[in-house]
Nanobody
Framework: QVTLVESGGGLVQPGGSLRLSCAAS????????MNWYRQAPGKERELVAG??????NYADSVKGRFTISRDNAKNTVYLQMNSLKPEDTAVYYC??????????WGQGTQVTVSS
């Protein structure tokens, strides 16, 4: 059974930091591309950051503030979020993708940036 379990979301003030984690099980984690998406109320889900075996990519809106990383020994992907802004408020989803054919999703974790 495939599971992706996100954690680390919460309420933070503007300028603050959060670290999201996504613990994966039920598939060969190391060969999958791992991604973080987010969806704000009334908006479409958007790709925030992705990581392959070596490469990373980021949405322009988070470049220089967010860092994605993975630990294949722990089957976990992380998203370090710094200098958070109110517009970063969204539900953040973990995604595992293989060869653009297989997609797994987590249940999401809420991030709220507000004073």
């Amino acid at each position: 059974q495939v599971t992706l379990v996100e954690s680390g979301g919460g309420l933070v003030q503007p300028g603050g930091s959060l670290r999201l984690s996504c613990a994966a099980s039920g598939f060969t984690f190391s060969i999958y591309g791992m991604n973080w998406y987010r969806q704000a109320p009334g908006k479409e889900r958007e790709l925030v950051a992705g990581i392959g075996s070596i490469t990373t990519n980021y949405a322009d809106s988070v470049k220089g503030r967010f860092t994605i990383s993975r630990d294949n020994a722990k089957n976990t992907v992380y998203l370090q979020m710094n200098s958070l802004k109110p517009e970063d408020t969204a539900v953040y989803y973990c995604n595992a993708r293989y060869a653009n054919m297989i997609n797994y999703w987590g249940q999401g974790t809420q991030v709220t940036v507000s004073s």
